[in-house]
């Protein structure tokens, strides 16, 4: 994979991570209340790369959410890491700073 579709990759798979939460009510009311984010306001949100983040970062911290939609999606867990990293930038512990 080229680096120019990391970004398109990346997109492809934050609109999934919301797909999926949209059809896990429970999951997605967590994870608004815990964002500060009205159901009201998801549209304009989705245009928000930290607003991104944050969803791929709430998925990622509880792990089996993270094996559940990657189970049902056929995305793998590597991808949605390499999708936070790039809304969320190098952390120091990857290396890449």
Sequence with gaps: MNKNSIPAEAEETAVAVLGWLANE???LGRFLALSGTRPDQLR????????????????????????AFCESTG???????????????????????
């Excluded at 991104?52 to 993270?66: I, K, N, V």
């Excluded at 890491?81 to 190098?90: L, N």
Aim: glycine share 10%.
């Design 25 to 27: 009510p429970d999951m």
């Design 44 to 67: 304009q949100a989705v245009g928000d790369p930290s607003f991104l983040a944050g969803m791929l970062d709430f998925l990622m911290a509880h792990e089996p959410s993270l094996m």
């Design 75 to 97: 995305i793998k867990p590597e991808t949605v890491v390499s999708a936070s990293h790039h809304y969320t930038g190098p952390s120091l512990g990857s290396g890449e700073y």
